[in-house]
């Protein structure tokens, strides 16, 4: 029997972030692998139209929780889902369900964040930094926790070359960022927001940075744990091969490759392309989860979930694959047949953008409009080329991670949990 699934048996978790993709996937494990939890508590916002019922029930009865119904038919008893909004004070979660939440909750998983590159600062301080120091204060309170586990990125710092499994200080504190923003209007947050991010790249990964550092000044007694993942993409294995239900990372540009709109990226071939399925970092967080409870380390562990080191494939061998599938099972309705160059020089670039994408897309709606139907190819062309040039930061430079934590932690799995656990083959 693995020791981490049995650790999960009767434990009242709290996860946030849980319709997010990560968040998912983590329900997902924990109820086909520790039927006897107690409950999970996913603090859910209602969305699009959906009740919080309702976006439980649709995740539930989605592809991925198939396996869950065999093994835990009841589990719709086991999840309770909270109103809450993370970008409220006190996450405007009721009286009730705050005092429960204080008293029962054995662990927390947190995932949620707004990780769109190009959200306002004033927003992504409010989820990935005020919320998350929000919560550290929430599980201060509460008597019965024995791991708090928060999600990061490995690329929290991704304005160093070589990154190691500690908490680097921002050159702003972060309490500073959040008193300033109560007063500062929105023109000027957005003026100084340039100046405040200097090297990172955007304001995702600066909030992310910021976030750690809260969760490091905030940390009171606590018991917590860092888990920074790279770049998270569909299932390895489990519950079954490619699952994935957004279009973040990678998952967007590999549609438009496969359906021929993108045929050319600015990308340097011999960079890491440092993909982790989801299924491995869920695996990662459980066995943090477990380790950080039971062994209660003396300081604050920080582990990276990165493929890098162990695995190493570039962006060429990541394209040549993506095309050799595309080929074996090609996109429905596809606009040309799938086809990419990956250069790193920009005169290239911009030539191919002009001749490979724009100019198609141009004569593409010139045709709709002719045959009196709506053109939209150029918005949508317009769409992939903004979302490829937002990645392009990430594709054409490599990374070093250290992962002596998620070593250790390897090396202290049962043989059992070592099988089924984390490490990348
Ligand atoms: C031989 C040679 C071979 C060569 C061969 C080559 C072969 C070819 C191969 C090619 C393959 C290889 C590729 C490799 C590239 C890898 C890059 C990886 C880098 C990853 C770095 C990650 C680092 C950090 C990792 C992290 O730490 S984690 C977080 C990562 N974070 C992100 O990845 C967010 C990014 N994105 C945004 O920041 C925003 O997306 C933004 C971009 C601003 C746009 O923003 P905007 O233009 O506003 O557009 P949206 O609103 O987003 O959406 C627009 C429309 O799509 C709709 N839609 C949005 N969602 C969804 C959804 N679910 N489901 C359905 N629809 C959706 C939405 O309804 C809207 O439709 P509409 O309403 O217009 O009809
Ligand atoms: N995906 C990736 O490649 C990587 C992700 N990470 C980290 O993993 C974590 C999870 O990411 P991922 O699952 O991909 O992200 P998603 O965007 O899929 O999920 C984000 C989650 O946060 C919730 N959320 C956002 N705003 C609020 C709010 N105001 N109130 C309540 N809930 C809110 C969302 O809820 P709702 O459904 O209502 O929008 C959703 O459940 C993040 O911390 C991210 O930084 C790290 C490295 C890579």
Redesign the pocket.
Known sequence: MSMIAAFYGGKSILITGATGFLGKVLMEKLFRTSPDLKVIYILVRPKAGQTLQQRVFQILNSKLFEKVKEVCPNVHEKIRAIYADLSQNDFAISKEDMQELLSCTNIIFHCAAT????DTLRHAVQLNVTATRQLLLMASQMPKLEAFIHIS?A?SNCNLKHIDEVIYPCPVEPKKIIDSLEWLDDAIIEEIAPKLIRDWPNI?TYTKALGEMVVQQESRNLNIAIIRPS??GATWQEPFPGWV??????NG??IA?GKGF?RA?KATPKAVADLIPVDTVVNLMLAVGWYTAVHRPKSMLVYHCTSGNLNPCN??K???Q??ATFEKIPLERAFRRPY???TSNNFTSQYWNAVSHRAPAIIYDCYLRLTGRKPRMTKVMN?IL??AS??EY??NRSWEWSTYNTEMLMSELSPEDQRVSIAPT
Do not use: E, S
């Open positions: 990780v769109r590159f190009d990125t690329y995702y770049i998270v239900d957004n279009i973040n990372g990678p540009l590999i490759a993108l990226l962006w060429h990541m394209g040549v993506v095309l990419a160059n990956f769409q903004r979302t937002m990645l990430f594709i």
